[in-house]
């Protein structure tokens, strides 16, 4: 018992001080594992990656995602500045790279690693489908969304052996408990923080392909065609890591507006499509 209330304070202590600030809504987030860990790892992860896949090079392709990706890391650099964040990508090492898979998928590393698989490129169809895919991943790093699951997963363990450590006595309370635990914590915690995460993304994503010259509605016809290819093969909203296609087409819609306005307060005035 006295090591659960010890572990309990050591927790506690982790919270107060192991916190960063979300530059796009001034919040304080969990940061247990701080970026000077984590953006090497990350950098030398994205190079292996690289060197067991097919790199895409010199096809017109290829040329969009690093043209598009340039575009979205111009206007993070100067939002952040302009928001009192000058610096902040002051470690990112950008890089963009179109990998050859069939995969439907894009990922953005903390720093600025950035992976588009070609099987997405025939939803996305042209460079303003692409910016919205690419302003959403970059921004999960911006935000450090990884992060922060890494610093959530830690504490879920802690957590979990907290209450095996209080239940010691007790291996029948103890399975109980694991399987609650596990149970509560994924679907109760962990898959809503999730979720959050995908929709924030949605959100400063929203803003950095307006900032970058493109129309942002157009994120809100990207996610029509993803919907169209789910076939209803999705899990309910609650047992998945990011929300429904049609709760995020409906969030886009109403947040376009606000994107163009705050584009517009940085110059932009017309938007690609």
Same mark, same amino acid.
């Given at each position: 018992?006295?090591?659960?209330?010890?572990?309990?304070?050591?927790?506690?202590?982790?919270?107060?001080?192991?916190?960063?600030?979300?530059?796009?809504?001034?919040?304080?987030?969990?940061?247990?594992?701080?970026?000077?860990?984590?953006?090497?790892?990350?950098?030398?992860?994205?190079?292996?990656?690289?060197?067991?896949?097919?790199?895409?090079?010199?096809?017109?392709?290829?040329?969009?995602?690093?043209?598009?990706?340039?575009?979205?890391?111009?206007?993070?650099?100067?939002?952040?500045?302009?928001?009192?964040?000058?610096?902040?990508?002051?470690?990112?090492?950008?890089?963009?790279?179109?990998?050859?898979?069939?995969?439907?998928?894009?990922?953005?590393?903390?720093?600025?690693?950035?992976?588009?698989?070609?099987?997405?490129?025939?939803?996305?169809?042209?460079?303003? %489908? &692409?910016?919205?895919?690419?302003?959403?991943?970059?921004?999960?790093?911006? $935000?450090?969304?990884?992060? =922060? !699951? #890494?610093? +959530?997963?830690?504490?879920?363990?802690?957590?979990?052996?907290?209450?095996?450590?209080?239940?010691?006595?007790?291996?029948?309370?103890?399975?109980?408990?694991?399987?609650?635990?596990?149970?509560?914590?994924?679907?109760?915690?962990?898959?809503?923080?999730?979720?959050?995460?995908?929709?924030?993304?949605?959100?400063? %994503? &929203?803003?950095?392909?307006?900032?970058?010259?493109?129309?942002?509605?157009? $994120?809100?016809?990207?996610? =029509? !065609? #993803?919907? +169209?290819?789910?076939?209803?093969?999705?899990?309910?909203?609650?047992?998945?890591?990011?929300?429904?296609?049609?709760?995020?087409?409906?969030?886009?819609?109403?947040?376009?507006?606000?994107?163009?306005?705050?584009?517009?307060?940085?110059?932009?005035?017309?938007?690609?499509?």
């Amino acid at each position: 018992m006295k090591f659960s209330k010890s572990l309990s304070i050591l927790l506690l202590g982790a919270l107060v001080v192991a916190c960063s600030t979300n530059p796009f809504t001034g919040k304080q987030t969990l940061a247990l594992v701080p970026n000077s860990q984590i953006l090497p790892m990350a950098f030398q992860q994205y190079q292996e990656f690289l060197s067991e896949n097919k790199v895409v090079k010199n096809t017109a392709d290829a040329q969009m995602v690093k043209s598009v990706g340039q575009k979205i890391a111009a206007a993070s650099e100067r939002y952040l500045t302009a928001n009192g964040y000058a610096g902040y990508l002051a470690d990112y090492r950008w890089e963009y790279n179109l990998v050859d898979s069939k995969d439907v998928n894009a990922w953005c590393m903390p720093g600025g690693k950035i992976v588009v698989y070609t099987g997405i490129l025939p939803i996305t169809k042209n460079e303003a %489908g &692409l910016a919205a895919v690419m302003g959403h991943e970059v921004a999960h790093a911006l $935000a450090n969304h990884g992060q =922060q !699951r #890494m610093s +959530a997963g830690q504490l879920q363990q802690l957590g979990a052996v907290a209450g095996n450590v209080a239940l010691s006595n007790s291996p029948e309370n103890q399975q109980i408990f694991n399987t609650a635990y596990g149970l509560g914590s994924n679907v109760g915690i962990m898959l809503p923080f999730s979720r959050s995460h995908e929709t924030e993304a949605d959100h400063i %994503g &929203l803003i950095l392909m307006a900032m970058a010259g493109y129309e942002p509605s157009v $994120a809100a016809e990207l996610w =029509q !065609r #993803m919907q +169209a290819q789910e076939n209803g093969n999705t899990p309910p909203e609650f047992l998945s890591t990011h929300p429904s296609s049609s709760t995020r087409i409906q969030n886009i819609q109403a947040w376009a507006p606000e994107a163009r306005a705050e584009a517009k307060k940085f110059g932009v005035t017309s938007f690609k499509r």
